[in-house]
T-cell receptor
Framework: NAGVTQTPKFQVLKTGQSMTLQCAQD?????MYWYRQDPGMGLRLIYY???????DKGEVPNGYNVSRLNKREFSLRLESAAPSQTSVYFC??????????????FGDGTRLSIL | GENVEQHPSTLSVQEGDSAVIKCTYS??????FPWYKQELGKRPQLIID?????GEKKDQRIAVTLNKTAKHFSLHITETQPEDSAVYFC???????????FGTGTSLTVIP
């Protein structure tokens, strides 16, 4: 099992460019998440999807959109990148919604720099 | 919503000593509390977790305690080793919605 796979691992963008970060999990988890990690700020939730077909805003959703393509895949899109979105982005997944909460499993992260 | 505070933000200990990291939470509906270790440039990885029906859980040199009344939980690492050096995050998760709320992390350095 690969667990949670994120692509790309690194990306450099210019201000105003758009891109999509991809995430896929093979653990049959219902819930998927996107976080950004900045120095001294911990992990901040951008969007999450409790189940296929649903998405909800987290703490810092502005400037981002998400798509839960199917149960396995959850993508994050930056429509018009800004330098403030320079960060490390982590995707995570966790066990079934509605049952006792299960731990999150994280991908390796995408290191995104916006010039 | 839930608010998780974590202290200290940095911690240095001598090899072999114990390390304690503390977290508080605000939402009494939180009932699941995982701890993650993140090595430099790597992903966060679960090291131990505890549920609200348990007061303490141990796994070799790592233990977690939970005080539901005071709304705080702690990570204890005994006999620390240099490979324990990393950033540790606590989190709290309410019993509905499957959201996780993270602390801001503790950077632990174990000095050989």
């Amino acid at each position: 099992n690969a667990g949670v796979t994120q692509t790309p691992k690194f990306q450099v963008l210019k201000t105003g460019q758009s891109m999509t970060l991809q995430c896929a999990q093979d653990m049959n988890h219902n819930s998927m998440y996107w976080y950004r990690q900045d120095p001294g700020m911990g992990l901040r939730l951008i969007y999450y999807s409790a189940s296929e077909g649903t998405t909800d805003k987290g703490e810092v959703p502005n400037g981002y959109n998400v798509s839960r393509l199917n149960k396995r895949e959850f993508s994050l899109r930056l429509e018009s990148a800004a330098p403030s979105q320079t960060s490390v982005y982590f995707c995570a997944s966790s066990g079934d919604y509605g049952t006792a909460n299960q731990p999150q499993h994280f991908g390796d992260g995408t290191r995104l720099s916006i010039l | 919503g839930e608010n998780v505070e974590q202290h200290p933000s940095t911690l240095s200990v001598q090899e072999g000593d114990s390390a304690v990291i503390k977290c508080t939470y605000s939402d009494s509906a939180s009932n699941y509390f995982p701890w993650y270790k993140q090595e430099l440039g790597k992903r966060p990885q679960l090291i131990i977790d505890i549920r609200s029906n348990v007061g303490e859980k141990k796994d070799q040199r790592i233990a977690v305690t939970l005080n539901k009344t005071a709304k705080h939980f702690s990570l204890h690492i005994t006999e620390t080793q240099p490979e324990d050096s990393a950033v540790y995050f606590c989190a709290a998760s309410p019993n509905t919605g499957n959201q996780f709320y993270f602390g801001t992390g503790t950077s632990l350095t174990v000095i050989p």
